[in-house]
Structure formats: structure tokens, C-alpha cells
């Protein structure tokens, strides 16, 4: 595309639309909207321009639901439509991926074989994201037929399960934290402390997802999460989990059904995710609230990778330099409402809604990305004891 290229009048009023059936506000949640992200604006003048004369070919691509910019009436996804006109390159996008366990548990028989999975892109959470490459079933990423790499997030750009990010691009980002009912807490949650109050007891859930939960708990004990860590201070973590679930504080360790419970009242108080919490507030009139503890939150992705089966790289890495364009970045991230990995996006979202560009959910200040940590990569011994301990903590 050419360079700063403007969403089109139509593509431009799709995503409004999309943000009017939302309902989406400025300003929510206790992170504040002060500032904007540490250099925001791209680094990158080298933008690769796109043409159906050069393109080509398929691309299959395996993504979570309700994760790509979608538009109802036409039941299509408008930057992808996109891309592929631009291209000519086709891509067959599924919804595939709903848990990263049973994901891997589809396709390991073939990548063990080395045969085709039926994906050229596959995105998955970090911890997942790096099972797959040290086990070499993902391919090195050719650094210069990506060239907006380089926008990504200074806080993405180096993480311990990919370091340089040669296997893997953040697809969006998020926060484990504090989400509340503001009218049954109106003086709402900063501390675990403050989350494990006599007042919440019975009315506490917190996520199945072993690092975010155990994440938070750490922080709380003082534990660096990105750091080397001990099994004993893991452990540890363990016992204050398992104490609060039977003394009753905790009624449910769940995915993201939580929202339902927030909801009806039967939950008042979790240890939450930042987008959820968001589209919670956005659709019940500021009800609900979110922050990031002060001890820590955790921050996690949803990275893009092309398996080692793939026959596709080229195209795919197309596809992963696409929406890694500022303002393609910004149109997805109108949709989702997560964390946009993108540099020069949040300039380019002032173009969509200027409000969305001010949301600390979509692009949290330098000083809040600050307060959050990403879980270490476990070795695979470490990740069968810890995964075990929490599941027998949580009755799993």
C-alpha cells in the first residue's frame, strides 16, 4: 500500500459503524488516558507496496474469534478484503484456534511428521507460541520481506520465548489484572489485599490461565516473573491460591466467563482481562471498572507464526507485514479493542475515533506498560510441575 494511504470513505465508515454498534467510550478504567504511547510514530519509511500483477497464491490462516476487523451486512472481514485485492493473494481465514491446548493437540501428530497442518499462519498465545519454537515447528521469519517489523512495540520486540522475534509477530496484546463492579466496589481494587477484602468473599473468580493468575499472586509475593524465578517460590504462590479457594474467597477459576458472572452479580470482583473488561464497560453504561495492581499485572500476546509445514512462507509473511501498516493495525484495532502492537497506529486511530486513540486498553502509556511483566518461558519440566500444582489447586 502506498505509504500513510488513508482508509478508503467506505472502509472508514465501516469500522464507525462497528464502533457505534459497540458502543464504544473514551476514558474508562482506573489506568487513566494521560499521554500518548512512547513513540508512537512509526519507524519505518519502508512499506512494501502491494499489487495483484505480483501476487498470488493462498494463504490459510488460523486465528481466535472475534479477532480480525469484521463487518456484519457484508459478512466480511473489510482489511483482508483489502489485502487481497491488493495482493492477489487469496486468504482462507478461520476461526479455529478457541484453546491453545486443544489447537496443538490437532495438529501435533502432522508437525511430528513433518506433513501439511492446512495453516500458513497459526497465532497463539506466548507460552504456546514458545512450545512450538523450541520444538522447531515454526519458520524463521525473513526479516527484510517484512520490513514494518520494525514498528513493533519496543515492550514485544524482545521476549524470552523468542528473542529478536525471528519466529514471531504479536498479532494483540493484553492485561491480566483487577476487574470490578464500581457500584458494588465503587472504591474499586489496586492491591490483592484489596481483592481478597472480607466484603468480596464467595464473590471472587480468577482465570484459569495459569500465568496470568499465578502472575498477579507472584508479583504480589515480590516474585520477578521474568526473571529465574524457583519452584519454591512458584510453590508458594501455590499455597496462597489454594488457601483462598478453601477458605472460600474464590468461587470459580474460569476462562472469560467470568463476564456473564460480573454480570448477573453472582461475581464481583476478578483477576480479569483488559479487553473484556473493556467491551464490559462499554456495554453496561460504565458498570464495570479495571486496573492493573500495583504490585503487578501481567501482559501477555497472541503471536502470529508460519509452521514448518508450511509451503506458503512468502505469502504469508506478506499477510504478517500487512497488518503490521499502521493504519491497518489501527482498523483492527478499532474491532478487537485490545492491545495494539503497532507503532504509528494510535496516529492513525485519530483518524477513525479520536476517543479510541486516548484508551489505555488500546494503547497504554509507557508508564502503565511499565507496571506489567511477561511470564517467564518455562522449561518443559517446569511447565508439567507448575501446570500440574495449579490444576490440583483449582480442582482441575
Known amino acids: 500500500m502506498p505509504k500513510n494511504n488513508p482508509l478508503s470513505p467506505k472502509m472508514l465508515e465501516?469500522?464507525?459503524?462497528?464502533?457505534?454498534?459497540?458502543?464504544?467510550?473514551?476514558?474508562?478504567?482506573?489506568?487513566?488516558?494521560?499521554g500518548l504511547?512512547?513513540?508512537?510514530?512509526?519507524?519505518?519509511?519502508?512499506?512494501?507496496?502491494?499489487?495483484a500483477s505480483t501476487g498470488g497464491g493462498t494463504v490459510r490462516w488460523a486465528n481466535w474469534t472475534l479477532y480480525l476487523d469484521y463487518d456484519s451486512k457484508t459478512k466480511s472481514y473489510p482489511t483482508l478484503d483489502a489485502f487481497q485485492k491488493e495482493s492477489g493473494i487469496k486468504v482462507s481465514y478461520k476461526e479455529d484456534v478457541d484453546d491453545n491446548d486443544s489447537f496443538y493437540g490437532k495438529v501435533q501428530g502432522q508437525l511430528k511428521l513433518g506433513q501439511d497442518i492446512g495453516y500458513d499462519i497459526v497465532?497463539?498465545?506466548?507460552?504456546?507460541?514458545?512450545?512450538?519454537?523450541?520444538?522447531?515447528?515454526?519458520?524463521?521469519?525473513?526479516?527484510?520481506?517484512?520490513?514494518?517489523?520494525?514498528?513493533?512495540?519496543?515492550?514485544?520486540a524482545t521476549v524470552g520465548f523468542d528473542n529478536g522475534r525471528n519466529?514471531?509477530?504479536?498479532?494483540?496484546?493484553?492485561?491480566a489484572g483487577f476487574g470490578w463492579n464500581k457500584q458494588k466496589l465503587p472504591g474499586g481494587i489496586k492491591t490483592v489485599d484489596q481483592l481478597f477484602a472480607p466484603a468480596n468473599k464467595g464473590k471472587i473468580e480468577v482465570l484459569s490461565e495459569m500465568r496470568d493468575t499465578m502472575g498477579i499472586i507472584l508479583q504480589f509475593q515480590g516474585v520477578d516473573i521474568e526473571s529465574n524465578f524457583t519452584e519454591a517460590q512458584f510453590m508458594n504462590g501455590i499455597d496462597f491460591l489454594q488457601k483462598k479457594i478453601s477458605d472460600g474467597f474464590i468461587r470459580k477459576v474460569v476462562?472469560?466467563?467470568?463476564?456473564?458472572?460480573?454480570?448477573?452479580?453472582?461475581?464481583?470482583?476478578?483477576?480479569?482481562?483488559?479487553?473484556?473488561?473493556?467491551?464490559?464497560?462499554?456495554?453496561?453504561?460504565?458498570?464495570?471498572?479495571?486496573?492493573?495492581?500495583?504490585?503487578g499485572g501481567t501482559l501477555w500476546s497472541d503471536n502470529m507464526m508460519i509452521p514448518s509445514t508450511s509451503k506458503?512462507?512468502?505469502?504469508?509473511e506478506k499477510v504478517m507485514n500487512y497488518y503490521y501498516e499502521p493504519a491497518v493495525a489501527a482498523q483492527v484495532a478499532a474491532y478487537v479493542n485490545y492491545i495494539c502492537p503497532v507503532k504509528g497506529a494510535q496516529a492513525e486511530m485519530e483518524k477513525i475515533d479520536p476517543k479510541l486513540a486516548n484508551s489505555p486498553y488500546i494503547f497504554p502509556t509507557a508508564s502503565t506498560l511499565k507496571t506489567t511483566k511477561v511470564f517467564r518461558t518455562l522449561t518443559p519440566a517446569e511447565e508439567t510441575t507448575f501446570t500440574t500444582a495449579f490444576q490440583k489447586a483449582t480442582g482441575n
Open 14 to 34: 465501516l469500522v464507525r459503524a462497528q464502533l457505534s454498534r459497540r458502543g464504544v467510550i473514551a476514558g474508562v478504567g482506573s489506568l487513566g488516558a494521560a
Open 37 to 51: 504511547l512512547a513513540g508512537c510514530g512509526t519507524k519505518s519509511d519502508s512499506k512494501t507496496s502491494l499489487s
Open 123 to 156: 497465532t497463539l498465545t506466548d507460552w504456546m507460541a514458545g512450545r512450538w519454537i523450541r520444538l522447531g515447528y515454526t519458520q524463521k521469519l525473513d526479516a527484510a520481506a517484512i520490513p514494518n517489523k520494525v514498528n513493533i512495540l519496543d515492550k514485544l
Open 167 to 175: 519466529n514471531s509477530l504479536t498479532w494483540q496484546s493484553g492485561f
Open 255 to 295: 476462562g472469560n466467563s467470568y463476564k456473564e458472572d460480573l454480570i448477573s452479580g453472582d461475581a464481583v470482583a476478578v483477576i480479569g482481562w483488559s479487553g473484556d473488561m473493556f467491551q464490559l464497560a462499554t456495554e453496561n453504561d460504565g458498570k464495570f471498572d479495571f486496573a492493573v495492581p500495583e504490585s
Open 312 to 316: 506458503n512462507k512468502l505469502n504469508a
